[in-house]
Structures are given as C-alpha cells and as structure tokens.
C-alpha cells in the first residue's frame, strides 16, 4: 500500500518523458484555435492583440452593393498572403444576421467564426462563404472581417491578421441582374457582352454592352420570357412569341474596331413595376461577321419589392 503513490507518480512522469521526445508529436493547439468573436475590427480589437511576428495577409469582402429587406444573400471572405500555411477569421455586422453556411464555421455572440484554422489552397489562399439576412428597414450595413494568417506553430507568435470592412446598401426595391447563355462571335473573334449592375429600382442601376464592333448599330431585345432557338449559327434567348421590345442604339468606339464598341443604357424608376421579370439579348449589326450579326450573351433582370 506504502508504493502506491510513487508508481503512479513515477508512470505519469514516464508517459510524458515518452510524449515529448516521440517523433512527429503533435504541435499543441494554440489557445483560439476553434474560433473566436470580438476580433473582426468592429470595436477597435482584431487579432493582433494575441498575434504577432508574421506578416499580415491581404484580405477582402465580396458580395452584393445593394441588397433587399429581408433578403438573404451570400458573401465570401479571402485571405492571401502572409504565413500561407493556414488561416482563420472572425466577421461581424451592424445589422442583419450572420448565418453560417460553410461547414467548418459557426455563429457565437451574433458574429462568424471558424471552428478550426483552414490550410491554404494550391494559391496561397484560403476562403469562406457565409450568408447575411438583410434587416426589414432600409440603410446601410456594415460588414467588418479579420482573417489571421497562422503558421500553426501551436503558439501565438509567428501569425498576424489583415483587417476589411464591407459596406453594402439595403433598398425597398432592388432591381438585378444575372447572365445566362453564350454569345455568337463578330469581327476579330470578338463576343459582344451584355452584363447589368445592381441597384435600387429608383436607380441606380443599368445595362451595359462591351466588346461590339466600334461604332456599329446594335438591337436590344427585351420580353417577360426566354426561349432558345437557334440563329445566325448562334443562339436566341428572348422570347419574341409575347410582346416584346425592340430598342434600335449605336456602339460607341472607333468605327469599325474590333471590340471597341460599348454602349451604357441608365435605369429608370422601375420600382412601381415590381415583381417583374425581364430576359434581354443584344444583336450587333457586324457586317464581317459570319453571318453580318454577332450576338451577345442573355441577361436577366429582376425587380423585387
């Protein structure tokens, strides 16, 4: 009975002589390393007040400008840069809700975290997806994200975060775009591209066409319908077999330059019209063209209220 105490007390001391010296143990779990809050930059304190000695990555916030009350929309965050071993962030807002929608993320205190540290992609880089629930009133929100580039040393030392902030504008109505379908080819191998800009259905917000021939005419189509069929070797999305609306414009560029054409079309108050739906095509006249017509891609555009 007398022996008790020291065997026990002598094991221990073997099984942890054993664990320090056994080859390729693993690095210790720094203190955070599933995540924490209070971190972004939204109220004076990031990251760097625990980590330091490495060098700070670039960071950046994407998504939408402008976004409809009690919409959900999506956002990604990016770190590149510094340690490019592993990453990890912490993101907060003024309004709305976060919502976690990566697996290896989760919400505390109303702010997105990690739940481990994410090692970088074949560029150095590591990135997340997340959600924001815009607010039911009107205004602007202001997204702040830190992302702490680590070197998974198991210590604080080594790691240093980059700081961004995001602001994006909550509308009444929102008038947007997506693309869709391919273009057909005009001179030069150029494809005309029809893309829109989001906004406010108020404005604004607007349609603009690149890559036509510099200075030729070119036909907008628009109908509350899409189709496919084929034309001039190339594809129709706008469904002409409902009312339709046909808008004869000119490119501007040098005349004749292969790609150099564009034209910039500013929106009208559209929001009296929502919800409404409207699927638009352009056709550059391009007389070097195949078939004398280049076709653009087929653009979407939606009005929400």
């Not at 955070?32 to 930059?41: E, F, K």
């Not at 090692?119 to 929100?141: H, I, K, M, Q, Y």
């Amino acid at each position: 009975m007398h022996h008790r105490a020291p065997v026990r007390t002598a094991l221990f001391l073997l099984a942890a002589t054993a664990l320090s010296i056994a080859p390729g143990a693993a690095a210790p779990l720094a203190p955070y390393s599933g995540g924490i809050t209070g971190r972004s930059g939204k109220n004076g304190s990031d990251c760097s007040s625990c980590h330091s000695g490495g060098t700070a990555p670039a960071v950046t916030l994407s998504g939408p400008a402008y976004v409809l009350h009690d919409s959900t929309q999506s956002f990604t965050f990016r770190v590149a840069g510094g340690q490019q071993v592993a990453a990890g962030l912490n993101v907060a807002l003024d309004v709305g809700t976060l919502v976690a929608t990566d697996s290896e993320t989760y919400t505390s205190n109303e702010e997105l975290t990690h739940a481990n540290p994410r090692d970088v992609d074949g560029n150095g880089e590591v990135a997340w997806s997340f959600d924001v629930v815009a607010p039911s009133v009107a205004g602007p929100l202001t997204l702040w994200a830190a992302g702490n580039s680590v070197d998974l040393s198991g210590d604080q030392t080594g790691d240093l975060p980059g700081l961004t902030q995001l602001q994006v504008t909550v509308v009444d109505s929102l008038t947007s775009f997506s693309e869709f379908g391919s273009g057909l080819a005009g001179t030069g191998g150029f494809v005309p591209h029809l893309a829109g800009i989001d906004g406010p259905s108020s404005g604004p917000w607007s349609i603009e066409l690149t890559d036509g021939l510099g200075g030729a005419p070119v036909y907008l189509f628009a109908s509350t319908a899409t189709t496919t069929f084929p034309l001039f070797g190339g594809t129709f999305y706008v469904d002409l077999s409902l009312p339709f609306l046909l808008l004869p414009l000119a490119l501007d560029g040098t005349p004749g330059a292969a790609g150099d054409g564009t034209l910039s079309l500013d929106g009208e108050d559209y929001s009296a019209f929502a919800p409404l739906t409207v699927y638009a095509q352009a056709a550059v006249i391009d007389l070097a063209a195949p078939r004398k017509v280049a076709l653009s891609n087929a653009l979407r555009m939606d009005v929400e209220n």
